[in-house]
């Protein structure tokens, strides 16, 4: 089986199509739904005020059932152990959770079986960690406000059954759209119309967060498309002195990327997808036809390589989308692996040598392991290998082996 990081790659690969033919292809009615006549009777709705996803199969049975068939990318359907495709994250997560299990993500019915299951996972471990799991972790939030973010972790998860689902991208309304995470809106500002709702709210929880040192509240490290970039990310971090964790060998106040793939999409100078107006919905999410010849958007996420609906639409640009995807990845990935292990052999090099050096220069030498290291992560933990926006892909990655090469020299 393909690993899912590889599917989730292909899946804006319309996004990045060149700039001829995009008129052909570009979207003119994203994802149509069927407004069925019964809708005046609305489910009810559990305990949290959430109307839990088999509420609405009576009257969406074909989102519904599509829905259902993310079950298909389960945990045990063949997913990379990252801590063995990439070997070097067990010296580069050294002494952060992450070094204990990295495993590819299942889909989306899966959310609440994974943060359960993750070693990661300790008593310590606070109700942030299930932002963006469960829609009633979001309903309790919009009701508790920053406060739920502190409680106990293995508190709160005891209470949550449902996984991803309508709620978080439609709320109660599944006519309407709408971004259910208040953080994330926040974070969006002025450019809150900038992009496409559709990929809006795949992007409140398509990001890249952090938790607040003050109140564990989770937010994003910037206002503004412009600002959704690694390197006014990084200088983010860089102004409040924050860290996810200190590197044991090299003393490094350390960053974790987590999974940006709306940044590097809409992020900066953002993607041909983003010009083109494309949405994450569009090489998501196939538009098919119920029996009475009905649009619906498909609900079963996947990669435009495995939808025939979808590659007939990539086909307008594209003469042969897989061979384009396939050469993107290797790109980024052969030097994803190659930058690992330079990574590596810095660590080794700053560890050797950091009792000998003096504080200025110890000082700078962990900055340029905190930099190097985030800019290649923010790549790495994308979930596209590169078929998002290749260019900003690659821009970071060489962000990472100028500073590897500046801290070589300084410490020869």
């Known amino acids: 089986m393909k690993s899912k990081k590889m599917l989730l790659a292909a899946t804006s690969v319309c996004a990045i199509a060149l700039v001829a033919g995009l008129a052909a292809c570009a979207p003119a009615a994203n994802n149509p739904t069927t407004v069925e006549s019964s809708l005046g009777v609305t489910p009810e709705a559990d305990s949290f005020g959430v109307i839990e996803a088999d509420q609405w199969a ?8 599509t829905w ?14 990252y801590l063995e495709t990439y070997p070097a994250l067990k010296t580069m997560y050294k002494g952060y959770g992450f070094a204990k299990g990295y495993d590819e993500a299942a889909s989306h019915s899966y959310t609440l079986y ?11 471990t606070l109700a942030n960690c299930i932002t963006c799991k469960t829609p009633q972790y979001t309903a309790m939030v919009q009701a508790e406000g920053d406060s739920a973010y502190s409680l106990p972790f293995a508190d709160v998860y005891a209470q949550m059954t449902e996984p991803i689902s309508c709620y978080n991208c439609h709320e109660n309304d599944p006519t309407t759209l709408k971004v259910t995470n208040g953080f994330y809106l926040d ?5 809150v119309d900038a992009a496409p709702l559709e990929s809006e709210v795949c992007g409140q929880c398509h990001n890249e967060y952090y938790f607040k040192p003050e109140n564990k509240a989770t937010a994003n490290p910037y206002v503004g498309l412009e600002a959704m970039t690694a390197e006014n990310i990084l200088a983010y971090y860089d102004s409040i002195n924050f860290k996810d964790w200190e590197h ?17 999409i809409y992020g900066g100078k953002g993607s041909r997808m983003a010009a083109a107006g494309f949405s994450c919905a569009d090489c998501h999410m196939a538009t098919l036809k119920d029996e009475t010849g009905a649009k ?21 640009c594209h003469d042969d989308i897989a061979a384009e995807v396939a050469e993107w990845q290797d790109g980024v990935t052969t030097r994803e692996h190659a930058l690992s292990e330079e990574i590596v052999r810095y660590i080794e090099l700053l560890s050797a040598k950091k009792d000998t050096l003096d504080p200025e ?3 700078a030498a962990q900055q340029i392991h905190r930099q190097a290291q985030f800019y290649w992560d923010y ?30 020299q300084l410490l020869a």
Request: aromatic content about 4%.
């Open 379 to 408: 790549v790495m933990v994308e979930n596209s290998e590169g078929a998002h926006n290749p260019s900003a892909c690659h821009e970071n990655l060489d962000r990472c082996e100028e500073l590897l090469a500046q801290g070589f």
């Open 58 to 65: 009576g009257l969406y049975p074909g989102q519904y059932e």
């Open 361 to 363: 220069t110890l000082a």
């Open 114 to 124: 994974s943060i359960g299951a993750t070693p990661r996972v300790t008593d310590a």
């Open 187 to 191: 974070s969006l500002g002025p450019d």
């Open 296 to 316: 619906y958007a498909s609900h079963d996420l996947v990669s435009p390589l495995e939808s025939p609906e979808l590659l007939e639409k990539c086909s307008l």
């Open 248 to 264: 044991p060998d090299t003393g490094a106040p350390m960053l974790k990327a987590q999974h940006p793939e709306f940044e590097t």
């Open 68 to 81: 259902k068939a993310n079950e298909a990318n389960s945990p045990d359907s063949g997913k990379d152990n």
